[in-house]
């Protein structure tokens, strides 16, 4: 499944992604190290400028 990036907004597959942390129970993949040391860093900033459904 093809999922977005919360940091860069690039296409990530979650079967192959690297890197990806989770936060309140979801999992979030990131594109690179650098996305991901960024969510780490602080979440909150880009949790909340999701929509959630």
């Known amino acids: 499944m093809i999922v977005i990036d919360p940091?860069?907004?690039m296409?990530?597959?979650?079967k192959?992604?690297?890197?990806k942390s989770?936060?309140?129970g979801?999992?979030?993949?990131f594109c690179a190290p650098g996305c991901?040391?960024?969510f780490?860093?602080?979440p909150?900033?880009?949790?909340?400028t999701e929509t959630e459904s």
Do not use: H, L
């Open 7 to 9: 940091i860069c907004e």
């Open 11 to 14: 296409e990530v597959d979650e």
């Open 16 to 19: 192959t992604a690297q890197y």
């Open 22 to 24: 989770e936060y309140k």
């Open 26 to 29: 979801k999992t979030y993949f």
């Open 36 to 38: 991901k040391r960024a």
């Open 40 to 42: 780490d860093e602080n």
């Open 44 to 48: 909150e900033k880009y949790v909340n």
